[in-house]
């Protein structure tokens, strides 16, 4: 063969255009898998949050209703002094063990 150095130049650029167009796709290729295997990974997931959020749900709201309730109701109720740390009604206005205002 007897080319002009030009024409190698070409010719090996050409080549390393394909190669790295094929390699770029190929790359381009792996990364839409994994994105889509990450994808399926998320959706499994959510699935088994959904499904286990769903069997608990009944008894966790339950739980909290038949827990918090009661203790709001009684929680204003009291009023404790600054003093002596006697738990007084909640219409006294003065400590009932020490006499300090509340
Ligand atoms: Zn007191």
Redesign the pocket.
């Given at each position: 063969m007897n080319l002009p150095p030009i024409a190698w130049a070409i010719l090996v650029m050409g080549l390393l255009w394909l190669g790295l167009r094929l390699w770029s796709r190929k790359a381009e290729q792996r990364r839409q898998e994994e994105r889509e295997a990450r994808m399926a990974e998320l959706l499994a997931e959510r699935e088994r949050m959904l499904e286990a959020r769903e069997r608990d749900a009944p008894s966790s709201l339950g739980a909290v209703v038949s827990d918090s309730a009661p203790k709001a109701a009684e929680q204003p109720a009291e009023r404790r002094?600054?003093?002596?740390?006697?738990v007084?009604p909640p219409d006294a206005s003065v400590?009932?063990?020490?006499?300090?205002e509340l």
């Open positions: 002094c600054l003093g002596c740390r006697t007084n400590c009932a063990s020490c006499g300090l």
